[in-house]
């Protein structure tokens, strides 16, 4: 089975602080994603990655950043937290032939 | 470009009886649909999905979906709903490099 997990599901943060979420899968997957989910707006994508130090941003990408050094790992970034960043953070992956992404269990970032 | 419409962020049925959840989609490429769920506090697991060939497709759980082209449509049913269906249900299509474009999801309560 692939397996995606996520470093925290719990995380409570002071305004400007910077925050790392890591996602990482056991499948050998080349695409990863970051996805912010908030209620009523569903899932909306913020980045992407496609290969080893390759990134394009989504939809809301203002805010984050992304890195991806190793390709098991991708890491979403925010410099300088806000509360408007206080949401539920999901990471996938799906390989280069497949078709369904991958999620793992997520994280709920609070920023107060 | 891709979008995702579910009708009804809410929809609540009786144990055992029919679950419907609509999706209309739009896409500018053959779509691949897809439709996930969402325990409370976890990730998305995957139902179903429709790539190509048989417009009815079966799912885990007892859940089907129908792809029909003419409608732009692909709804997701379930004969008897049980108790342990009421979750948050995702539609969503696939666009280029992988990307899922999602609907904002229907919660699925289900009355004893």
């Known amino acids: 089975d692939v397996k995606v997990t996520q470093s925290s599901r719990y995380l409570v943060k002071r305004t400007g602080e910077k925050v790392f979420l890591e996602c990482v899968q056991d499948?050998?997957?080349?695409?990863m994603f970051w996805y912010r989910q908030d209620p009523g707006l569903g899932l909306r994508l913020i980045y992407f990655?496609?290969?080893?130090?390759?990134?394009e941003k989504g939809d809301i990408p203002e805010g984050y950043s992304v890195s991806r050094e190793k390709k098991e790992r991708f890491s979403l970034i925010l410099e300088s937290a806000s509360t408007n960043q206080t949401s539920m953070y999901l990471c996938?992956?799906?390989?280069?032939?497949?078709?369904?992404?991958?999620f793992g269990p997520g994280t709920r970032l609070t920023v107060t | 470009a891709q979008s995702v419409t579910q009708l009804g962020s809410h929809v609540s049925v009786s144990e055992g009886a029919l679950v419907l959840l609509r999706c209309n989609y739009s896409?500018?490429?053959?779509?691949?649909l897809f439709w996930y769920v969402q325990y409370p506090n976890q990730g998305l697991q995957l139902l179903l999905k429709?790539?190509?060939?048989?417009?009815l497709v079966k799912g885990i759980n007892g859940f089907e979906a129908e792809f029909k082209k003419s409608e732009t449509s692909f709804h997701l049913t379930k004969p008897s709903a049980h108790m342990s269906d009421a979750a948050e249900y995702f539609c969503a299509v696939r666009g280029s490099n992988y990307k899922l474009t999602f609907g904002k999801g229907t919660l699925l309560t289900v009355n004893p």
């Open positions: 990655s496609y290969d080893v130090k390759m990134k």
């Open positions: 429709y790539t190509t060939g048989a417009t």
């Open positions: 499948m050998d997957h080349e695409n």
């Open positions: 996938a992956s799906t390989s280069g032939s497949g078709y369904e992404q991958y």
């Open positions: 896409s500018s490429v053959p779509p691949y």
